[in-house]
């Protein structure tokens, strides 16, 4: 037996709680108390093995380290598999990573590059159920399920296949479960706890098969951990701190019956960690001895706080090997090699050891099909004793194997399309990456990025997606492999500066960093001579060669007393967890004034002093406002001047609501921006863009993703729309570019090129053959089973795609804006199908279907509107809260016309006449608009009206009876007003 | 565990003169849906003695953020020189880049910044009132400062979004030709640009 001390296998001093070999021998992990987080580190084994690779320095040591835990971590265990690494900790949590294979090591960002993590290792899953520390956690044999325990007294089977679903939760200990261990057989687990108890608990069920007490009578409960053990030929379980006669044991418990007759004696402390070795053994045979065929047995190996560790074969009454005072402090955990010669300790101390035995102490390893044998003349044909290979093939004896079966072949299946997405997103990176290089893609980050305003101004941008993290793996290694040194700033300024710039950009990172500081003060350097060449303009200065020397022997000297910003880099800023000073505008208006005066002050100066940005800086002044977002995306600009609109930004929810949304539409905004031209109208058309991302609604959450141009199959490139509704996803290809889509609960249309207009259903059902537009679509819109086309040409169409009826045919929008320079400002599609266009003359118009006739609904220069003045018919509580299209498309008007009316004095007939006649016009518009809701409303308030103002005409009362009381379905309240009028 | 790591921030547009916008290439990571949005800032140390003369150069949400690696780039523009004591114009300075989500902050960039004059005259016989359009400023970009803090990424205090703002039925379509509107536009930028003064007006 050999015994090795890896002192590079460390947290920096801080405790190692968990060991554990990665399935395939050439890693391992640790798990333990991190910085001020929990940590997780993989590290190489051959460098533990070989001690040629230990000495070599291109052998990394270190694989990959994870901090993501917030507490300390207790447990780490790789499935059988080797594909997953389960980890738990202090932070209740439970998180499983998975390798990502892109190549090349990554940093961690401001690390100073010595971390280099070699693999990428990415948390997939993080299972929250538990409400205290996880102690331990155990894959199930083949991986079906993992168990966690927890010191909430609780075990937390997870569905391994489809994380994280939860199976079970095991409750019945009474304090901390601080250990788990799987019967190798697959029908059993096992859990100890600081209640005095072992529990075994059934699979089939999850119920509890026994408890077992007597054992851990005497126990007091301060282990940290009690890692129990099950011996891989399921004979045994051996739990961790039992007591016989007041000595602290092992207890071996029996499967048949779970008898306690034996245990592990010897260890002067409570026993933490048990583990046993995966093999079982054969005593060797020996050359000319008698070939008697003896029992297999196994190896146990049993670590304590003691801070001893002690080897056994169960075929032997005395312990292998016991090896003393190995540690400072307590035994954490234990792990064999999958061979069983080889053996990880790890302890509180911070430190681990390695225990290399060889055959001839241990015996002769079984192969896995004799101990698949061993497994089945024991225990029949079991899912978990058997290898994939025989399990295929196997005569099924049990459900247990029906349901395996089935799983594995539902697996396959989700593999086999797994990796048919992941090749899909794979394309869609490299698509993304061919197309345009990362390079350009980064110099041009800044213009393409979007930007938009949410309601209260603030700028927000949506980032770029360059990796999804759904497969686990990235394809894009450009950041990984990129140093975070000054170099990659270079190659990027080289990419963005001008040639003049260059120069600079080599001399200057020198200046800054690379030299020893010096006691020099900034004065002296100030004051040194020197032969430079002087150039009036701060760029021309920089780049001429003089520029160098200087500096780099005055910037050191101002690195010394830096000490003096150290505060700043490690400390919250206060303002910075408050939410911004938003609520504050109005004690401030006087600063701010304070504020645009200084700026005017600065101004003149900055102009004076010729600088071409210094106009650019000042802040509030107006016209340098415009040129300091030059750069900026023009989308923004748009965004802005629809913030501008006065009238819509509190009334119309759909403009904040444009707001929320990403970029896409906002760019499908700027291009409905309608400027037509009296002759022949040309409506702007959306142009191709690559990626757009479109809210549908918010409740349901339903949003739509095109990505253009996604894949080329043979030469033909296709284009992806994915919708998501609250989580539940679809998505299908299109085979031209699309150029704008909408959607509504109902149905998802888009407008590809080609002039070709595609239905879906919200799940994703194409509802029609592509409809072939007759001119280039302009704007989409849908509501509910109503789909808006209006064409390039201004025409306009609406669909019932439900009802597979057209509502609107070919319509021009030539009788509306006939005005010379109107525009549309608005669009709007009701639930009944009706289109509405709201005009930049403030006028809105229907379409009526039935009479095929536009219709007025709305004029905000009305004068009716101006002067009508029907408050005192209002209800007092309803005050406008009527809701509906007519109220969308006339706005706020209404509440400012009254107020308006207020003002002027009229004479009362006049008022009279004219509210009654905007009433009128207000209940034939909701008529119109099919908005029952608002025509109730309007007509409550115009028969309030006459009832309360009694105008002198009978008729009009009567009239209003006899055309509107007679309306069909009429709500029952309006009878009760009838009846009073 | 934190949901979002800074990958890279790579420092666009360094060195420049004084008065060009900040730029960061901001690369980070996110391994779960983020259910409300990140709030970026760039703070400009305006002199090492007090916090009193940290300018918040700008703050932007960004959003929305999905599971997966994002990049962004943050430009702000340069400080108010008025804002900065003449004594702390040239010389060695610092600008912090800081994250928070949900009003907590989990990450903060460093970055030493040295302002200096490129003329030799002007180096020799700084003015007395420092001349700001002939400041030449340096990031030191090679070696940020990552401090990183523990915040609750959990959404354990779900709000209700405001149940009214859900009309998808209704889009706007804007005029080209709409000035006054588009000045109005500007005046929301002013506005914007009003919070973030009063934001470090806050600080002093």
Aim: charge should be negative.
């Amino acid at each position: 037996m050999k015994l090795l001390k890896p002192t590079w296998v460390n947290h920096n001093g801080k405790p190692i709680f968990s060991v554990d070999i990665h399935p395939d021998g050439t890693k391992f992990a640790t798990g333990g108390q991190g910085q001020d987080s929990g940590k997780v580190v993989i590290w190489n084994m051959s460098p533990v093995l070989q001690e040629d690779d230990e000495k070599d320095e291109n052998i990394p040591k270190m694989l990959c380290q994870m901090d993501n835990h917030l507490a300390c971590v207790n447990c780490v265990r790789w499935s059988n598999s080797g594909m997953y690494l389960a980890s738990g900790g202090d932070d209740k949590l439970i998180m499983v990573w998975k390798r990502a294979t892109y190549i090349g090591p990554s940093t961690v960002f401001g690390s100073s590059g010595k971390l280099a993590n070699v693999e990428q290792w990415r948390c997939v899953s993080i299972l929250r159920s538990h409400s205290g520390d996880v102690m331990d956690v155990a894959w199930s044999p083949h991986d079906a399920w993992l168990a966690s325990c927890s010191v909430d007294n609780t075990v937390v089977i997870w569905n391994a296949v489809k994380f994280p679903e939860i199976l079970a939760t095991l409750r019945g200990h009474s304090g901390l479960v601080k250990g788990l261990t799987w019967d190798p057989v697959g029908k059993y687990i096992a859990s100890q706890a600081d209640d005095r108890s072992l529990k075994v608990w059934r699979t089939l069920d999850w119920q509890l098969e026994t408890s077992i007490t007597k054992p851990f009578d005497e126990c007091g409960g301060t282990t940290h951990v009690l890692r129990l053990s099950w011996s891989p030929d399921g004979h045994y379980l051996v739990s961790a701190h039992a007591m016989n006669n007041s000595g602290p044991t092992a207890q071996i418990i029996e499967r048949e019956g779970w008898k306690t007759n034996m245990d592990f004696v010897g260890h002067r402390k409570a026993v933490t960690v048990v583990k046993f070795n995966p093999k079982i053994f054969k005593k060797k045979q020996k050359n000319g001895s008698s070939a008697k065929p003896s029992c297999p047995y196994c190896c146990c190996a049993v670590g304590s706080k003691d801070r001893s560790l002690s080897v056994w074969l169960t075929c032997l009454k005395r312990p292998l090997v016991v090896i003393h005072e190995l540690f400072d402090k307590s035994i954490m955990d234990i792990s064999w090699t999958l061979n069983g010669l080889g053996i990880l300790v790890c302890s509180m101390d911070g430190s681990v050891a390695f225990l290399d035995f060889s055959q001839d102490e241990l015996g002769d390893p079984l192969s896995e099909e004799e101990k698949s044998r061993i497994h089945q003349s024991t225990y029949g044909k079991s899912l978990a004793i058997m290898t994939e290979a025989q399990l295929s093939t196997a005569v099924i004896e049990n459900p247990e194997m029906l349901k395996y079966q089935r799983r594995q072949q539902q697996q396959q299946l989700d593999q086999k399309s797994a990796t048919a997405r992941e090749t899909g997103s794979a394309a869609s990176v490299t698509s993304v990456v061919n197309g345009e290089s990362l390079e350009d893609i980064r110099k041009n980050l800044l213009k393409k990025q979007v930007e938009t305003r949410t309601a209260d101004g603030r700028r927000r941008i949506t980032p770029l997606c360059i990796a999804q993290l759904d497969t686990g793996d990235f394809s894009t290694a450009f950041f990984n492999s990129i140093p975070l040194s000054g170099s990659l700033a270079g190659t990027m300024l080289s990419s963005h500066s001008s040639p003049q710039l260059l120069p600079l950009d080599s001399s200057t990172p020198n200046s800054f960093g690379a030299s020893k500081p010096s006691i020099e003060p900034m004065a002296a350097a100030g004051a040194r001579p020197a032969g430079d060449s002087v150039s009036k303009d701060s760029v021309n200065a920089t780049s001429t060669p003089a520029a160098s020397s200087p500096s780099v022997l005055t910037t050191p000297s101002k690195i010394e007393p830096m000490k003096a910003f150290d505060s700043r880099f490690t400390e919250r800023s206060k303002a910075t967890p408050a939410a911004p000073a938003l609520a504050s505008v109005a004690p401030t208006a006087v600063e701010r004034l304070k504020e645009q005066n200084l700026v005017k002050e600065l101004r003149p100066r900055d102009l004076l002093e010729s600088s071409s940005d210094s106009d650019e800086k000042v802040p509030v002044a107006k016209p340098s406002s415009l040129s300091k977002r030059k750069l900026e995306l023009e989308v923004e600009t748009v965004e802005k001047k629809k913030k501008g609109r006065p009238r819509k930004d509190s009334r119309l929810m759909p403009v904040s609501l444009s707001v929320q949304s990403p970029a896409a539409l906002t760019a499908e905004k700027d291009a409905m921006c309608l400027s037509v031209p009296t002759p022949a109208l040309k409506l702007p058309m959306p142009g191709p863009q690559r990626a757009f991302t479109l809210q549908v609604s918010s409740d349901p959450s339903m949003y739509i993703e095109v990505e253009n141009e996604v894949t080329a199959v043979g030469g033909v490139k296709l284009s992806r729309l994915k919708c998501n509704r609250e989580g539940k996803e679809w998505e299908t290809v299109l085979t031209s570019r699309i150029l704008t889509a909408a959607g509504s609960c109902d149905v998802v249309c888009v407008a590809c090129e080609k002039r070709m207009l595609s239905v879906f259903s919200s799940c994703g059902r194409r509802l029609l053959p592509p409809i072939l537009l007759p001119s280039p679509i302009s704007t989409l819109h849908c509501t509910g089973f109503y789909v808006m086309a209006l064409t390039a040409a201004a025409t306009l169409s609406v669909w019932d795609v439900h009802r597979q009826v057209v509502v609107v045919k070919e319509e021009s929008l030539h009788s509306i804006l006939a005005g010379s320079d109107m525009t549309v400002s608005q669009i709007l599609l009701t639930q009944h199908g009706i289109p509405v266009m709201n005009l930049s003359d403030g006028k809105a118009y229907c379409f009526n279907p039935s009479l095929s006739t536009w219709n007025l609904v709305s004029d905000k220069q009305d004068s009716l509107a101006q002067c009508a003045d029907f408050r005192s018919s209002l209800p007092p509580q309803e005050a406008m809260l009527c809701s509906g299209p007519l109220a969308i498309v006339q706005g706020r008007a209404s509440t400012s016309g009254r107020q308006a009316a207020r003002l002027f004095s009229v004479p009362h007939v006049v008022q009279q006449e004219t509210t009654l006649a905007y009433l009128e016009s207000q209940v034939a518009a909701a008529l119109t608009l099919q908005s029952s809701h608002e025509y109730r409303h309007w007509l409550l308030l115009y028969t309030r009206y006459l009832v309360n103002e009694g105008p002198a005409e009978e008729g009009t009362a009567e009239g209003v009876a006899a055309s509107h009381w007679a309306e069909p379905p009429l709500p029952a309240p309006l009878h009760r007003v009838s009846g009073t009028a | 565990m934190a949901k979002v790591q800074v990958n890279n921030v790579v420092v666009l547009d360094n060195p420049s003169p004084f008065y060009n916008p900040f730029q960061f290439e901001i690369t980070f990571e996110c391994i779960e849906d983020l259910s409300e949005d990140l709030e970026w800032k760039i703070i400009y140390v305006g002199s090492a003695e007090s916090e009193e003369y940290d300018q918040v150069l700008d703050s932007v949400l960004v959003g929305p953020v999905p599971a997966g690696r994002h990049m962004f780039v943050f430009q702000a523009d340069a400080p108010n020189p008025g804002l900065i004591p003449d004594a702390d114009a040239v010389g060695v300075t610092v600008v912090l880049i800081t994250c928070t989500y949900r009003g907590q902050e989990f990450i903060r960039v460093g970055y030493y910044v040295n302002n200096e004059y490129t003329e030799t005259e002007l180096r020799e016989n700084p003015p007395v009132k420092p001349d700001f359009s002939k400041l030449q400023r340096n990031i030191l970009a090679s070696n940020p400062r990552v401090t990183r803090f523990h915040i609750n990424w959990e959404d354990n205090t779900e709000k209700l979004e405001d149940a009214e703002s859900s009309n998808p039925n209704l889009q706007s379509l804007l005029a080209t030709d709409a000035l006054p509107s588009a000045s109005k536009g500007w005046s929301t930028s002013e506005n914007s640009l009003n919070v973030m003064l009063e934001s470090h007006m806050d600080c002093m």
